[in-house]
């Protein structure tokens, strides 16, 4: 196999987010609006703008070699894939994409086995299909093109699967979920040859750690300071890090320098309290990544 990796950019809802987790991560990767090849400075990779929806079908094809996609895509398509590593976008939204089965509020469903002989609607035809032919349930699953709660709201079917984060938008719909089908995240996917491949795998695990160490960065930050002997004990107590601080004696003085990663909302807290405590030349610097 030749050394270059394909690799799909999910188009849509990820699209900005992707783009900027591999900026963090050390990959600039351009976008055209008149073309579906992105270009990018690493002469190892090809990429590819390809939708959620179909990029675990490419990649179990081995159209190309890896890419990044929801889970729920991967479970809808059924497809015989390696998931390399969850890739949870803090931009996007920290809680997982759920699925849950949905009907009106005055409906008498209260558990799937009450849907017998219903038709349901939903842009996830293949799972809900194995879904219900697995608890033996008979239903007619219909596809959907689109707004997908004014279905059954309409009475064009008895219940719908459609994807939520916190089922406010269900509920103010007049519509109460029955139950929940399946939690997704974004997911780094492999196909079965390229993992095999000793130079593909190590390409693909390259990516996974330094975007995952982006994303551990997100949110974080470093804090540098000086401070007196005398107090490093209480400073080091209070000060919120991932481990330890580092301290180290700065030359000639009896003073230490102290430095210490952590969440960006606890600057605001902590900062005042070490100046109380004697702390001087407080340096706040963003992280990048956090290996």
């Known amino acids: 196999m030749s050394n270059i990796l394909n690799f799909g950019i999910p188009k849509g809802s990820l699209e900005d987010a992707t783009v900027g987790l591999f900026k963090k991560a050390g990959w600039q990767i351009s976008i055209s609006s008149r073309s579906y090849f992105p270009g990018v400075d690493d002469t190892e990779m090809n990429c590819k703008l390809i939708r959620p929806q179909e990029m675990a079908r490419y990649v179990e094809r081995e ?50 086995e009450d849907l017998s002989g219903a038709t349901i609607s939903t842009e996830l035809v293949g799972f809900t299909k194995r879904y219900f032919a697995e608890r033996n349930i008979p239903v007619n699953v219909e596809f959907s093109w689109g707004a997908t709660e004014a279905k059954v709201v309409d009475g064009l079917c008895d219940a719908i699967v459609e994807v939520t984060e916190t089922g406010s938008t269900i509920k103010a719909n007049g519509l109460r979920i029955v139950c929940e ?111």
């Open 63 to 112: 159209t190309i070699d890896a890419g990044i996609a929801g889970r729920d895509w991967v479970r809808e398509n059924d497809s015989d894939v390696v998931e390399v590593c969850e890739m949870v976008y803090s931009k996007v939204s920290r809680r997982p994409a759920r699925w849950v089965l949905v009907v009106n509020c005055d409906s008498k469903v209260q558990k799937p």
């Open 181 to 291: 089908l399946m939690e997704s995240v974004p997911v780094l996917l492999a196909s079965k040859s390229a993992w095999a491949d000793p130079w593909k795998r190590a390409k693909i695990n390259q990516i996974a750690t330094l975007l995952k160490s982006s994303l551990a960065a997100e949110g974080m930050v470093g804090l540098k300071m000086n401070a007196p002997a005398d107090k490093i004990d209480e400073i080091t107590r209070m000060l919120p890090s991932l481990k330890n601080p580092t301290i180290s004696h700065l030359y000639n003085s009896d003073w230490l320098s102290i430095e210490s990663i952590l969440s960006e909302k606890e600057v605001r807290r902590v900062v005042p309290e070490l100046l109380e405590m004697g702390a001087e030349g407080i340096i706040e610097y963003p992280l990048n990544k956090i290996i």
